[in-house]
């Protein structure tokens, strides 16, 4: 019997909600390490039960656990995030130069092909790899080490790494995203690094269409067509058709084109799914409705899907990390919220329910498909 | 022995209820009462103070016989009334947020 398991990660810990194929009923396990900040877990691809978690408050640093199970149980692996090299200065929101230093993990993806292999994405911006089920970690420092290092500049949330996307068909190619410093792109499994960013253009920048320091929220992909990347920047919604080498604006008839969220059907590699937020002052969707936007045309042409979901005093955000798709027939989407709730949708967005409404505020949401 | 009062945080994530006790080979400093508690309990390495720098975490603060010993080098002796069992070392995490 197919089944559907969505990690959450919030505030003040992480909860496990699992459902059968029809995701109506759901059980819902947690919170695991209550009182931390869970930013991201995600399962293996290849051994759903393998899930790796980042764990951290600003009082205790970062752990990272690991489960065997699932998320019934879990322990402690490794988390010792040494730079490889002297790692230098970035800018700060000053632009004075800051020192680089470890603050947490954002995101956690695991290897396509191997279950002990995970990259983790950090603040102060790197890329880490793990081989060995998360025991030990090595920079990948051919990231941070491309020359323009020392421009990049944090974002409100701070100088995060915080999007990796892997690629089946092109093994060596890693995609990854640094607010506010851009995309980047590696096709040699993270020795070297471009900048993706042409085509972006950011008014909060001296230079608007600057090769870096571009604020990208965050970039989704359809794995049966890894050249088209779907990107939702701090404003404006972007799509590329060359894996990056260049972008071009889609938010064509979207109510606003800022916000954090984006994903791509798990079946139509041209419907994405966005949530708008008002601006970058106000954190909250528009005109107190929650509303998720489907582009079936791969953007420009948006439709609001909002049946069973808020549509009065509602004023909530929805972050980078907390939407995800399953790839059960129909298409189930899911996300967070700052307000606790996670909505998931089994038709594709057409409807919406609540699985669980009073949660602490939502960081990170990811789907696993059980077979 | 060496008594030591973790934080609530901590005690979940090294699985101990109350105070934990340490034998400190040596001369009992700050250091080797953390490198003690660490060796341990290797969970809580990174926890209390940074893995690469060996800093102390900013919110984490270090509690004997009435004193902070958060800001003292960290070869400073622990007092005697520690070092004898008699009073704990206590590691805190500082209160903040309101």
């Not at chain 1, 067509?225 to 979207?254: C, I, T, Y």
């Not at chain 1, 409705?289 to 808020?310: A, D, F, I, M, Q």
């Not at chain 2, 934990?20 to 660490?38: K, Y």
Request: glycine share 10%; with cysteine.
């Amino acid at each position: 019997m197919s089944g559907v398991r969505v990690l959450v990660g919030t505030r003040k810990g992480a909860f496990v909600l699992t459902a059968d194929g029809k995701r109506e009923r759901w059980d819902i396990t947690g919170p695991h390490f209550g009182g931390w900040e869970m930013y991201h877990l995600k399962g293996s691809p290849v051994d759903p039960s393998r899930i790796y978690a980042s764990q951290s408050t600003g009082w205790f640093g970062q752990l990272i656990q690991r489960s065997n199970d699932g998320g019934k149980t879990w322990e402690p692996v490794g988390n010792k995030f040494e730079y490889a090299t002297v790692p230098g200065t970035h800018q700060w929101y000053d632009g004075t130069p800051h020192p680089w230093k470890f603050a947490r993990v954002w995101h956690l993806e695991p290897s396509l092909t191997d279950p002990d292999t995970v990259y983790a994405g950090v603040e102060d911006a790197a890329l880490f790899r793990s081989t060995d089920g998360a025991q030990t970690w090595e920079e990948l420092p051919g990231l941070r080490e491309h020359g323009s290092g020392p421009h990049w500049q944090p974002g409100a949330g701070g100088l995060c790494l915080h999007t990796i996307i892997l690629d089946a068909q092109h093994p060596n190619r890693i995609v990854i995203a640094i607010s506010a410093a851009g995309a980047f792109r590696s096709d040699d499994a993270g020795k070297t690094w471009k900048p993706i960013n042409y085509g972006l253009r950011s008014e909060h920048i001296p230079d608007p269409n600057a090769e870096v320091g571009h604020c990208v929220h965050h970039i989704a992909m359809h794995p049966s067509r890894p050249d088209s990347l779907f990107m939702q920047k701090h404003w404006d919604v972007m799509r590329s058709d060359n894996a990056g080498d260049s972008w071009k604006e889609v938010s064509g008839n979207l109510p606003t084109d800022f916000g954090f969220a984006i994903d791509v059907h798990a079946h139509e590699p041209e419907t994405v799914y966005v949530v708008p937020i008002k601006s970058d002052s106000e954190h909250f969707v528009p005109d107190g409705k929650l509303r998720v936007y489907r582009s079936r045309t791969g953007g420009n042409e948006w439709e609001p899907l909002s049946k069973g979901l808020p549509q009065s005093d509602c004023y909530v955000n929805v972050l980078r990390d907390a939407m995800s798709v399953d790839s059960l027939d129909k298409c189930g989407v899911y996300f967070g919220t700052s307000g606790g709730q996670v909505y998931a949708s089994a038709d594709a967005g057409e409807s919406w329910n609540s699985i669980v409404r009073d949660l602490p505020g939502v960081l990170s949401v990811e789907v696993q498909t059980l077979k | 022995m060496i008594r030591v009062v973790l934080p609530a945080h901590l005690r979940t994530l090294a699985r101990v209820n109350g105070e934990v006790s340490l034998d400190v080979a040596g001369e009992p400093t700050l250091v080797s009462v953390l490198n003690a508690l660490e060796a341990l309990y290797p969970v809580l390495r990174g926890t209390i103070r940074d893995q690469v720098t060996q800093e102390r975490r900013p919110f984490v603060r270090y509690f004997a016989c009435a004193e902070d010993y958060s800001h003292e080098p960290t070869g400073t002796l622990l007092p005697a009334e520690v070092v004898a069992g008699k009073e704990p070392f206590l590691i805190v995490g500082a209160m903040s947020g309101g």
